[in-house]
């Protein structure tokens, strides 16, 4: 049972990036999720949070109208698409599966690096 996050890089100031999460040896489509992120001498923020048809995600005010969280339960894939990137979005970036309340397994980060 594992999730997967990849895409992650450097990019400068107003770039784009697609972070994608793979999960395996559970049933993905039943499951919420979440992308979480953290800084570097910060505390855990929750980026966005996505029901399991993929409908309305949840965004952070920190990153509304600039990224977009969406899933394909057939290839078990959680993505982000973020734009318009900003110094201050550089972070590890995870996602996490929701059950019970709970973020109870967590992927290894990627990170995410904005600057010029």
């Known amino acids: 049972v594992q999730l997967q996050a990849s895409g992650g890089g450097l990019v400068q100031p107003g770039g784009s990036l697609r972070l994608s999460c793979a999960a395996s040896?559970?049933?993905?489509?039943?499951?919420?999720m979440y992308w979480v992120r953290q800084a570097p001498g910060k505390g855990i923020e929750y980026v966005s949070r996505?029901?399991?048809?993929?409908?309305?995600?949840y965004y952070a005010d920190s990153v509304k109208g600039r990224f977009t969280a969406s899933r394909d339960n057939a290839k078990k894939t959680l993505y982000l698409q973020m734009n318009i990137l900003k110094p201050e979005d550089t972070a590890l970036y995870y996602c996490?599966?929701?059950?019970?309340?709970?973020?109870?397994?967590w992927g290894r980060g990627t990170q995410v690096t904005v600057s010029s």
């Open positions: 996490a599966r929701a059950y019970d309340y709970d973020l109870d397994l």
């Open positions: 996505i029901n399991t048809s993929g409908d309305s995600p």
């Open positions: 040896e559970f049933t993905f489509s039943t499951y919420w």
